[in-house]
């Protein structure tokens, strides 16, 4: 079992740059597959990126390709989802979620057993 904890979200304007964190506990990180997820308003949850458990394989949605980077550092239980060239669409709730094993064709919410709380992404215009 593995506990998700996201940071790094906020304000941020149109072409700005986030750098969000998900930080996982457990002792067999690098043995779980990672996504990130986001959900605005209204809209269903929606897959940005995946990454495999030893950081070698990664997928990205079509729009945030170019703009996105997945990364992990398993000696520090924690992935990172850098943003660049953020648009006011990106905006919305992003949630990093867990699945054992997996690999990166692991792109649909219902593939995923645990969920961080989600940190809030807002970027105006």
């Known amino acids: 079992q593995v506990q998700l904890v996201e940071s790094g979200g906020g304000l941020v304007q149109a072409g700005g740059s986030l750098k969000l964190s998900c930080a996982a506990s457990g002792r067999t990180f690098y043995r779980y597959t990672i996504s990130w997820f986001r959900q605005a308003p209204g809209k269903e949850r929606e897959f940005v990126a995946v990454i495999n458990g030893s950081g070698g394989s990664t997928s990205y949605e079509d729009s945030v390709k170019g703009r996105f980077t997945i990364s992990r550092d398993n000696a520090k239980n924690t992935v990172y989802l850098q943003m660049n060239s953020l648009k006011p669409e990106d905006t919305a709730v992003y949630y990093c979620?867990?699945?054992?094993?997996?690999?990166?064709?692991?792109?649909?919410?219902?593939?995923?057993?645990?969920w961080g709380q989600g940190t809030q992404v807002t970027v105006s215009s």
């Open positions: 979620a867990a699945r054992f094993y997996g690999s990166a064709s692991n792109i649909k919410p219902g593939e995923y057993a645990y």
